[in-house]
């Protein structure tokens, strides 16, 4: 078996050689310089091919659509994240309430390795502060110093949400003008930052660009600029494209 994580930064010469592998069983490759070069085909043994990403939309049409077997996984729920933290602390000796262990879990962006991180940040601020169970109050402090705020949202994300409800006030932005006004590349913004935030019903997109939702202003505690029922929340909401 060769397993290849974010297979979607494979260059696309790469994704050529593997064409022949996945088809017929053998590579073919250059050997030799000038007039002596020639083309050496190498049989290989059987194999099984998987490929990882969360960006399939980035991997060639023609690459793609030799994988036989296309499987999507979901994120973690808090529950099960809550149930990874208590494992994990019990691994490591950590003492924590069950309630800051779901708060973690809550906070962890359905992400085994951020809720482990986290638990291991609210550990050390327990430690640093002579604590000697790891409690709600110890999580939420700890995760304040962060930046983490009470959705599992960091500083970027919530400069992105603050650059569509404040600067552009609710217009539609294209994804090159965000990524110009936040400081990153567009890779960065559509591939770490907003997925979350879509997930979450925070941000939409839509044919002119991306939008905040009433979500969005609710969690910043800003007035939105436009109208909409607080009982009747849900994504896209009081917008109209």
């Not at 994580?5 to 050997?31: F, Q, S, T």
């Not at 023609?62 to 979901?74: C, G, H, I, V, Y």
């Not at 400081?183 to 939008?211: A, C, F, W």
Request: glycine share 8%; hydrophobic share 45%; net charge negative.
């Amino acid at each position: 078996m060769l397993f290849i994580d974010e297979i979607h930064a494979l260059p696309r010469v790469v994704e050529e050689l593997l064409y022949l592998a996945m088809e017929d069983g053998r590579i073919e490759m250059k050997v030799g310089t000038g007039s002596d070069s020639r083309i050496v085909s190498i049989p290989l043994p059987d194999f099984i091919l998987v490929g990882a990403t969360t960006l399939p939309g980035w991997l060639s049409q023609p690459f793609r659509d030799r994988f036989a077997t296309k499987l999507s996984l979901e994120y973690y729920t808090d529950a099960e994240l809550t149930k990874i933290i208590h494992a994990a602390a019990e691994k490591a000796n950590v003492l924590i309430e069950d309630k800051a262990a779901a708060m973690l879990g809550a906070r962890s962006r359905g992400t085994p390795r951020i809720a482990l991180a986290r638990l291991e940040s609210s550990a050390n601020y327990a430690a640093a502060m002579d604590e000697e169970i790891v409690g709600t109050e110890v999580v939420s402090q700890a995760l304040e110093l962060e930046g983490i705020d009470t959705l599992g949202l960091d500083k970027d994300d919530r400069l992105l949400l603050e650059a569509l409800c404040v600067r552009f006030r609710g217009q539609p932005i294209g994804v090159q003008n965000l990524a110009a006004t936040l400081g990153h590349d567009e890779k960065t913004l559509t591939g770490q930052i907003e997925p979350y935030l879509i997930r979450s019903g925070l941000i939409t997109r839509t044919r002119r660009g991306r939008k905040a939702t009433e979500l969005a202003y609710l969690h910043l505690k800003l007035d939105p600029p436009f109208d909409f029922d607080p009982d009747a929340i849900g994504v896209g909401a009081g917008w109209e494209d």
